[in-house]
């Protein structure tokens, strides 16, 4: 099994600070699974949603599969996640309580050939936060230029 699909939310880091990271299976058709496999999937603008205590992934985009029939799926319906019933819970009080949100990270397969969605707890950061993390990338990138230059 080819294994090496890893589609990142590069977004996130930047405009959320992540408090906390959990990883959950999605339940896809089968047109689903078969566009991640050829790397069709975009997580940049999506966001989870607690729907009757149920964690749901809403506005992810898995293009419809090429070779799909009339069996073919939209490419931005909303797909449930997979996780535990004390996870989801402490996640809902969270949420609820501090005004937090839950972005995706990064959907990759497994070793078992499985879809996985590494999904975040995250607060918005503020202007003056972007600034800083911007400044500090750009220190840690001149300190790696002069760590390859010595």
Avoid at 103 to 117: Q, R
């Amino acid at each position: 099994m080819s294994n090496d699909i890893r589609i990142k939310n590069k977004k996130a880091s930047y405009e959320f600070e992540l408090i906390d990271k959990l990883t959950a299976g999605i339940m896809l058709t089968g047109t689903e699974i078969k566009s991640i496999r050829t790397g069709q999937a975009s997580i940049q603008e999506g966001f989870c949603q607690f729907k009757n205590d149920e964690l749901f992934i809403v506005n992810m985009h898995i293009a419809e599969y090429e070779f799909g029939s009339y069996a073919n799926h939209e490419p931005k319906r909303v797909r449930k996640l997979l996780l535990n019933s004390k996870e989801l819970k402490q996640w809902q009080k969270k949420v609820n309580e501090k005004g937090l949100t839950i972005i995706p990270t990064l959907l990759y397969i497994n070793e078992k050939g499985i879809a996985k969605l590494n999904v975040a707890l995250a607060q918005g950061k503020k202007i003056y936060d972007k600034r800083d993390s911007i400044r500090d990338k750009d220190s840690k990138r001149q300190l790696d230029r002069l760590k390859k230059l010595s």
